[in-house]
């Protein structure tokens, strides 16, 4: 299937590892082009570097997701660098492993605030977009955790403010052409992320995560990287304001 994304822009926060960075290949794959940015300047340039062997355009820059006017800066450099931008894609999140003060400070200032930001500097480039094409998209990935929380947490309760922001979103900009949906994935595997240190560290509680999916396994960032680039494509044009859960069937809820 054509995507219909061969020569478009897509901005990708957090893009240099695991499901921002497959996110990232992802649109690549399908002949975008792609900004990205994070924190560490060298992990930055490798990316690029592997996007640009894909034989696309890319450009990347180190961003505080927390610092509003350095995201407008990115936002602005990516769309002079690469032509404009079509997608746009909310990755960034702070990850906190704790419930204190701090850690819901860090959630609301890089997931909330970072997806609000982005998503005001690029919406004059998406309107142009959507102008000429007759669609742009404004993904975020929020989490499985936001509708079955384990415990009391930052993380699971910004991650459902995001959903009820997307929703917003897309309600009001449908009429210009601007879809705004989220992808809720599920636990994912990779190399250097949470659930490797904790399969390192807690063993047990690893395993007993594993049996908890009907698939017997956790997802990859590919996995999820796949289902985002359909979801910002122009094949999905009549899909926006929608949370596509991708968890292996972790949840059990039906979703409506």
């Known amino acids: 299937m054509d995507l219909e994304l061969k020569g478009k822009v897509a901005v990708v926060s957090g893009g240099t590892r695991g499901i921002g960075r497959a ?148 309600r009001v900009h449908a009429g210009k052409k601007i879809r705004c949906n989220v992808l809720s994935p599920g636990n994912v595997y990779f190399k250097g992320g949470v659930w490797q240190t904790i399969q390192q560290d807690m063993p047990d509680y690893f395993d007993s995560m594993i049996k908890a999916n009907p698939t017997g396994r956790m997802g990859t960032p590919e996995e999820i990287a796949s289902a985002v680039v359909f979801l910002s494509s122009p094949r999905s044009s009549f899909t926006t304001g929608a949370n596509l859960v991708v968890d292996g069937c972790l949840t059990q809820r039906a979703s409506f």
């Open 23 to 170: 996110i990232a290949e992802c649109f690549a794959d399908e002949g975008a082009h792609v900004a990205i940015c994070a924190r560490n300047q060298a992990d930055i340039d490798a990316t690029v570097a592997a996007l640009e062997a894909k034989g696309v355009r890319a450009w990347g820059q180190s961003v505080d997701i927390s610092d509003g006017p350095a995201i407008d800066g990115f936002v602005a450099g990516a769309a002079q660098a690469l032509g404009g931008i079509d997608v746009l894609v909310s990755n960034a999140s702070a990850l906190p492993r704790t419930d204190d003060e701090d850690a819901w400070r860090s959630m609301f200032e890089i997931d909330m605030l970072g997806a609000l930001r982005l998503f005001n500097a690029a919406q004059p480039c998406l309107e142009k977009a959507a102008a000429h094409s007759g669609d742009a998209a404004f993904t975020i990935i929020s989490s499985m955790v936001a509708a079955e929380p384990y415990k009391p947490s930052p993380y699971s309760a910004i991650k459902a403010g995001l959903i009820n922001y997307a929703k917003g979103v897309a």
